[in-house]
């Protein structure tokens, strides 16, 4: 009668099994951990994108808008690189209130003062929100705003300001964002030109 041989697997494949097994798993954690991550940095990314362009469109409908204050002064207060304060009616009303989009940090912000009191004045408390995070220009040295007379686009340098604030027709902003330097390799850029429709000579 033969006898029945059954194999057994020894120590030694016990552990190299085991050992292949673990080194697939460590694989296949990272790769599911790094697309996890990378999931996360595209949709950051995506919504970084969208509150800059919300921001542009804002800025563009505000912009559009400017026009002599409501007791008289020129439609454009101040320009810098960093802030520009117009008036404009964005609300619909009688009145043109003095509108002001300005770099704090890494914020962009948009305030807002209506027209009061008498004599009619801009001294009232400003309304301020912010329209756009993580925009971060000072720190890549590219300015927010740019300015242009009206040869432009054929003319690409910059007025210098504010000596020049008479001059002014288009406004260029553009945002350098980027939530997190170390997931992305550079920021993201969205950039606008608008024209000031009562300013305009043609």
Not at 156 to 182: C, F, G, W, Y
């Amino acid at each position: 009668m033969k006898e029945k041989h059954t194999h057994a697997f020894t120590l030694i494949e016990v552990v190299v099994a085991l050992g292949m097994f673990a080194l697939i798993s460590v694989a296949v954690g990272w790769i599911l951990i790094n697309s996890v991550r990378s999931t996360n940095i595209i949709w950051d990314q995506l919504g970084v994108q969208n509150d800059g362009r919300a921001a542009l469109e804002q800025f563009v409908d505000d912009v559009r808008r400017a026009e002599t204050s409501s007791i008289g002064g020129y439609p454009i207060s101040s320009a810098t690189t960093t802030e520009f304060i117009f008036y404009a009616n964005i609300d619909n009303d009688s009145g043109r209130e003095k509108v002001r989009f300005w770099l704090d940090g890494t914020d962009l912000k948009k305030g807002v003062v209506q027209p009061s009191g008498s004599p009619l004045g801009y001294d009232g408390e400003e309304s301020v929100v912010t329209v756009a995070q993580y925009v971060v220009n000072t720190q890549e040295n590219i300015p927010l705003f740019e300015y242009y007379d009206e040869t432009y686009p054929a003319t690409t340098t910059p007025l210098a300001v504010p000596e020049n604030l008479i001059h002014i027709r288009v406004v260029k902003m553009q945002l350098e964002l980027e939530k997190d330097a170390s997931k992305t390799p550079v920021p993201l850029h969205v950039e606008t030109a608008v024209s000031i429709r009562n300013l305009k000579s043609n």
